[in-house]
């Protein structure tokens, strides 16, 4: 069983910054489709950032392009959200999600498929980022 434990949230004053960890452990696992949500007070989950490719292909909803990075290094199994220029409406829990191993090509398209199913993926428990004006 992989389990996924995220850290590095907290309080920070809007234009800061923060970098979410995302750490893998269990069986030897390899993803090539992982990312991050957030789920701010009293509204709906929704998707950050998606890993794919391996690492190589990165996509970000509108709201945080330019001003978020994914990454991933497989030696430490860790994958990273680097948050910076942070607002007040990034205040969130935010979780990462991993899809289960698959067969065939994952596209963004598939990837967002397979994120989005608690059957296809595995998923951490949270942490929380406020953000302060």
């Known amino acids: 069983q992989v389990q996924l434990v995220e850290s590095g949230g907290g309080s920070v004053q809007a234009g800061g910054s923060l970098r979410l960890s995302c750490a893998f452990s269990?069986?030897?696992?390899?993803?090539?489709?992982m990312g991050w949500f957030r789920q701010p007070p009293g509204k709906e989950r929704e998707g950050v950032a998606i890993?794919?490719?391996?690492?190589?292909?990165?996509y970000y909803a509108d709201s945080v392009k330019g001003r978020f990075t994914i990454s991933r290094d497989s030696a430490k199994n860790t994958m990273y959200l680097q948050m910076n220029i942070l607002k007040p409406e990034d205040t969130a829990m935010y979780y990462c999600?991993?899809?289960?191993?698959?067969?065939?090509?994952?596209?963004?398209?598939?990837?967002?498929?397979?994120?989005?199913?608690?059957?296809?993926?595995?998923w951490g428990q949270g942490t929380q980022v406020t953000v302060s004006s």
């Open positions: 269990g069986n030897t696992y390899s993803s090539n489709c």
């Open positions: 999600a991993a899809a289960k191993p698959t067969i065939g090509f994952v596209t963004d398209t598939r990837c967002r498929s397979l994120l989005a199913e608690p059957a296809t993926r595995y």
């Open positions: 890993l794919t490719a391996g690492g190589g292909r990165a």
